[in-house]
């Protein structure tokens, strides 16, 4: 994670536009498509992977599609000074796809991938066993409103810094 923001321009947005409509894209691709230079669109991609800006180029995976229909949302209350045992015990059971420590009355917000309700429910009763948590509380997702995103946020208008690259400095890429 790096420890200042980096600021975005033009070219950096277009990159991650680009590489999120065609993740399995090239930099020689991608270069194409943004008419820069290769080296350009390497140098950009090495400073966007070292800031850690860009986390991975892993597929995204649908949980339903690869057979975990029933997910849910789940609150932990956990005892004080708890978070370090609550992250280890989550991180041991594969259900648990992500997990955040929140401000409010729980702790920790959890998600949760199951095959069926039963599965679901023997994953609760495997957290239960916890002697770190003092409550959960768990409701169903019953479908996706808003999919994960970042796109829309990091477009939004703002100060952004001038690019260098010729094709950006007018604020577009040249239509052709």
Known sequence: ?????????????????????????????????????????????????????????????DLAAAGYPVQAFVTLEIAQGALEQIAQELEAIPGVVEAYATTGTGDVLCRIAAISHED???????????????????????STVVPRRVMPLLSQPRQRPASRAPAFRSGHPQDQ
């Open 1 to 61: 994670m790096a420890e200042q923001p980096v600021s975005l321009d033009e070219l950096d947005l277009a990159l991650l536009t680009t590489l999120r409509e065609q993740p399995r894209a090239g930099a020689l691709e991608l270069s194409r498509l943004l008419r820069v230079a290769r080296a350009t669109v390497s140098a950009r991609l090495r400073r966007l992977e070292g800031a850690g800006v860009i986390t991975g180029y892993g597929p995204d995976v």
């Open 120 to 142: 679901l429910q023997a994953t609760l009763l495997l957290l239960n066993h916890s002697t770190a948590i003092d409550r959960s509380t768990s409701v169903i997702c019953l």
